[in-house]
Nanobody, 127 residues
Framework: QVQLVESGGGLVQAGGSLRLSCAVS????????MGWFRQAPGKEREFVAA????????WYADSVKGRFTISRDNAKNTVFLQIHSLKPEDTALYYC????????????????????WGQGTQVTVSS
């Protein structure tokens, strides 16, 4: 089992910044892909970014490239999502997910392919 706990969300003005954290515990995640997703009210869960825990390779949704940065601190077992230039449309519940890497499929943007989820942290951006 992998436990994920997100933190760092809050209410910010448009143009502001936030750093979200996802604390990872339980089994080792060396062969896992760690992803950030978000879900706004009435919408489906949307891929934001992902990082290979061992490789450090990263992937981003086109809509957040240049504003969002995903990183991980292996020593602290934590994944981060740094967000700059926040927009009202970034308002959502942000989730951290963990996906066991499959052979030939190093990453995925499909939330159904993720094995573990945290409870989420709310980000609200005021205009």
């Amino acid at each position: 089992q992998v436990q994920l706990v997100e933190s760092g969300g809050g209410l910010v003005q448009a143009g502001g910044s936030l750093r979200l954290s996802c604390a990872v515990s339980g089994r080792t995640v060396n062969n896992y892909l760690m992803g950030w997703f978000r879900q706004a009210p009435g919408k489906e869960r949307e891929f934001v970014a992902a990082i290979g825990w061992s490789s450090g390779s990263t992937w981003y949704a086109d809509s957040v490239k240049g504003r969002f940065t995903i990183s991980r601190d292996n020593a602290k077992n934590t994944v981060f999502l740094q967000i700059h230039s926040l927009k009202p449309e970034d308002t959502a519940l942000y989730y951290c997910g963990a996906r066991r890497i499959r052979f030939g499929s190093p990453w995925s943007r499909d939330p159904k392919e993720y094995d573990y989820w945290g409870q989420g942290t709310q980000v609200t951006v005021s205009s």
